[in-house]
């Protein structure tokens, strides 16, 4: 399994940061309910649209004879 991203790890940061200060102010409004899911959607769009390139690896010449 591969480590998560930095990127990765502050966006998760600060939506797990603005989530729980939304749940302790007690009475989320819809204002706020909008403002979370438009923060949990901005966390989740680069792991959605990222695109897997492969990188083709050139292969390996075939080792020449030795002279002799």
Do not use: D, K
């Not at 403002?35 to 080792?63: D, I, S, Y």
Request: hydrophobic residues 55%; contains cysteine.
């Amino acid at each position: 399994m591969t480590r998560p991203s930095i990127p990765t790890l502050c966006r998760t940061i600060v939506v797990l940061t603005f989530l729980v200060a939304l749940a302790l102010a007690g009475q989320p409004a819809v204002l706020s309910t909008l403002l979370g899911l438009a923060l949990v959607a901005t966390w989740a769009a680069p792991l959605v649209l990222r695109r897997h390139h492969v990188v083709p690896v050139p292969a390996e010449a075939p080792a020449e004879a030795s002279a002799g």
